[in-house]
């Protein structure tokens, strides 16, 4: 048994025999990104440094940052009506830098309208303050039963919404990102805006959940 098979054998048994899954594999979108990068750089488009940087500011993105701004238009109405104005400069207000040209919609959610953010053709999301979208954003069943069923889609996350209340569904596009304002919950009238902000998930700002508040918990 020559040595390089022998190696597969105990390879195979550190690992329990599972096969490589998709996720292991570089992703066709991972390959194009690479192989762009390296085209980008050898025609001297970019140097590496920036598109390292350009990286880093993606990675930097989290979800924290929407809920900074959420947190802000929960506490100063004169924010919030400039935010559901315009919401990118509403964030830029806020120090959150756009790393491209697209647009940002803030939705506000209120006692007659839910909303709930899809991107049917593929998966553009509010990255910039959000970072990346979760998987079951990307997933086909997610991005078609949003605006078939949406009801549906939100009771399977928890989230019943009465009848008498609108959904709304909006379609991201390559320009134009949504985010979604969450109603502030009942109770939290004595929290300041980073208690506030520790309340509010991913998740409530794409539409799937509320915010909860459970005074007890806290």
């Not at 949003?146 to 596009?173: M, N």
């Not at 109770?187 to 508040?213: C, F, K, P, S």
Request: aromatic residues 8%.
């Amino acid at each position: 048994m020559s040595d390089h098979h022998h190696h597969d054998h105990d390879h195979d048994h550190d690992h329990d025999h599972t096969p490589i899954t998709v996720d292991e594999m570089p992703s066709y979108f991972d390959l194009m990104e690479t192989a762009v990068r390296e085209l980008l750089v050898e025609r001297k488009f970019f140097r590496a440094d920036e598109i390292r940087r350009q990286i880093e500011v993606l990675d930097s993105r989290t979800p924290a940052l929407g809920a900074k701004v959420v947190a802000r238009a929960w506490t100063d109405p004169a924010f919030k009506s400039r935010l559901l104005e315009n919401g990118r400069t509403g964030c830029e207000e806020l120090g959150i830098t756009f790393y491209d040209d697209t647009q940002l919609i803030v939705l506000e959610n209120t006692p007659e309208v839910h909303n709930l953010i899809v991107c049917t053709l593929c998966s553009c999301y509010p990255r910039p303050v959000l970072g990346l979208p979760p998987d079951w954003y990307k997933l086909k069943p997610y991005r078609a039963r949003a605006v078939y069923e949406p009801r549906s889609v939100l009771e399977e996350f928890g989230t019943s919404i009465p009848d008498d209340v609108e959904i709304r569904v909006s379609d991201s596009t390559a320009i134009i990102r949504y985010l979604v304002l969450p109603m502030r919950p009942d109770g939290t009238e004595h929290l300041n805006e980073t208690q506030l902000a520790d309340l509010v998930t991913r998740d409530a700002m794409i539409g799937v959940i509320q915010v909860a508040y459970n005074r007890e918990a806290v």
